[in-house]
RNA sequence: GCCCGGGUGGCGAAAUCGGCAGACGCAAGGGACUUAAAAUCCCUUUUUCCGCAAGGAGAGUGUGGGUUCAAGUCCCACCCCGGGCACCA
């Protein structure tokens, strides 16, 4: 009789049909079991699923499924945040309307997942664009507007002409919109809203030490860079005819006797008022070359206002600047240039003639009078007054306290990190909740009016202004402090906003009165694992961190910390070996792949091809044979559920032995290191074992045998682990059964191989039993008939051996 | 330029604490079954040399050194690839 086929298509319909109920899924809130708490990272609703999300989330469903098979709580949401831009963009390209098509999308999304066999509470996910989720963003923003965390301020802001819109720096890559990676983002000058994460900096590169063993140090170090902190001082240079302050940053306040310019930003206020017709024009061209591309390329450029400058510490008037190099966006947009000490001011100074004094030495060594490099290590501080002969470190701290003891300067710290703009110029994206009124100025709209919600009729072009501005009804509105006529804010908040503290109110989906209930948070938070994608490090990781660290302080949530722990995944890498997207036209459709080979071999496919943290590039040829090991699984388990037979000893005793060692190699696997690809791999040792023993398997065997394959599969096969466990007449489901154990002496091998080697050198092998002394193995060795030749007329040196696993015999 | 990763067969990879390099899979080749094909099963497959054969000897984890009885793994220098940061004062 042939063995029965192993039907995916039907096996998986039948089994996304009876896994449908959510109750299967949820996490009991009051379970006492240790917590475990996975989320993912949102794929976009703009496009379909393809193979790299069904990736990212086949790890975490395969951590989950285990976690809740040893017993633990597992919360295991997926859900979707509606994004903003990328639903209105390709709702306005397909002409629909973005509620509609985001909706729409969403509901296909969560069919292929589910078609995917994905375990997750199916009533969980949330569409941030809904009139709930908009309620608890401007909730959000009027909390911060009250405690100054909000503010809103003319800017120089990014701009990118392709999304019309406003970018947060951190949404710039290499000077071009992250989504747009050939638009090249302009500089634009708007009203915009901030919230003052700055005012974070501090605490969030403090709270690393938290995080330090947790969370990749790759991440850690990108989020480190990106605040660069940095310690250094403040000093005023006063203009020596309008005796105007120009303030500069320094970190190395120890060459200020070495200043011979004051360089300003091309940007900076003060430039245009010193400027003449002709270096405005420099200026301007100054700042028009830096928006091109490579910053690094750039020539250094520079003009001299004609004005010029006292330093405070000696008198000394030095000429007055503009330069190219000099960033205004960092520091003061100012700077004191010491061509001796300072790599780049040397090459300006250089290049412009302006002179170099040397105010450094090295510890043991003379002062260079005529500097062919930068000197720009720490030394002892010469030609500088009452400083001269100090350590530099010394010399900054002693010159900080005379600054601040005359009024010119002070020790000051600087970031890199700028505040966050969160205002976008779109229609789809949560309502910016203050009116402005031409009496009482910005009002916020109190609480009890939200949330403010999208107007449904609009004209959506994708072109110049955002289309709120135009809609009359939205945005002409009452003053909800002295009742006259205003006009309603149009800008819409940045969509990280929503996935900034989503995996907060998955806790408490449904929640009306709050975003979340806090105790239930508290029992939960800061969650035990985090999985995303690495592109993440420092948009929206950084991002949740401040909003932890901001919720915390308004008395919601007890953590200061989003995660305890963040696991970055790597990408699936289309077949030209670059990122799957959908504007590179190389994303594999599941949908294709599951129709051909089955969920659960696409699911063991991008498990097995690589371990979950490096990239993968799909390769469909290896898929099929992932379909045969299922096919071999699916065989062997339905061949022999009812075979009877006495059996052989033998067979019995490897093959269980076998499945013992299986069950222990997996349940490493996923307690060390999640390396999913070994695990499949000793699934398959082990199948490849059961059918060299098949023939002499008891039925007392099999019982046990049996039953262990569909609790090993079910993390990455699920399906058909389901359908064999009831083909074995159990009742699941399997993700609900208790993780196989493994008997340590089961598993054990019956004699110990021991290596032999003479002089390091495979040279033979013997079988002793386990636990033999060192005596009988080295005496084993020496005698062992396959070492004599290299033994003989040799003089033993010395005998290296490893209990149960090696001898060494080193001859002369 | 600076800071992280990484470099192992034809390919994806494994070797988890310094102890048999290449598990497992793909692809390839050969065989069995079959009228035939598919499916399935079995064998070979890092490489060079010796041997009719069983078998044996050598080389080999980007390159060059080093430590060690023993190195893919540790140390030093360099090359290449990927990622992040980059006139950050």
Redesign the pocket.
Known sequence: MPDPAYDHKQIELKWQDRLRDPALYRADPDSSAPKYYVVEMLPYPSGRLHMGHVRNYSIGDALARYMWMRGYNVQHPMGWDAFGLPAENAAIARGRHPREWTLSNLAEMKRQMHRMGFAYDWDLEIATCEPEYYRWNQWFFLKMLARGLAYRKKALVNWCPQCATVLANEQV??GCCWRHENTPVEQRALEQWFWKITAYADELLRDMQQLEGGWP??VL??QR??I?R?E?SEIDFALADSGEQIR?????VDTIYGATCVIL?PEHPLASKLLNEEGRARAKHMIDG?AQK???D????GYFTGHYAINPYNGDQVPVWIG?????????????A?PAH????F?FCKTFGVPIRSVIRPVDGELDENPKAAFTEDGIVERSGEFSGLASADARSRMNQRAEREGFGKAAI?Y?LKDWGISRQRYWGTPIPVIHCPDCGVVPIPEKDLPVLLPHDVNLTGQGQSPLVNAAEFINATCPKCGGPARRESDTMDTFVDSSWYFYRYLDPHNDQAPFDSALVAKWFPMDQYIGG?TH??LHLLYSRFFTKVMRDLGLIVNGEPAANLFTQGMVLGHDGTAMSKSKGNIVDPEEMIDKYGADTCRLFVL????PE????W?E??V???R??L??VH?FVMRNLDRGGAGDAGSDRRALRKLHQTIR?IT??FT??W?F??S??AL??L??DL??EEEGLSRAALDQILPSIPLLLGPFAPYLAEELWEAMGRKGPVFRQSWPSYDEELAKEDAA?V?L?V?????G?IFVRFGASNEELEKAALSDP?LQ??LSGKQVV?V?V?PD??V?I?VR
């Open positions: 890559v290499e140090e790759r170090t990108m860079n990106w660069g940095s250094g500069v940053f320094t970190t190395r930003a830096r490579d910053r690094g750039i020539e250094k450029d190219n190099f000099v960033l205004m966006e960092y520091g003061t947009g100012a700077i004191m010491v300072d790599d780049r001011d090459d600087t890199r690495v490090a420092i097995f091809a690589a371990p490096k990239d993968m590039p390769i040829a290896g099929g044979g992932l045969r090991f096919d071999r065989r190699k490493e696997d060390n290191r390396h690809n070994t499949i791999a398959m040792e199948m490849n059918y060299a191989e290596v080697q002089n390091g050198k495979l040279r092998r396959k030749p290299f010395k290296i490893v696993k090696l060494n080193v």
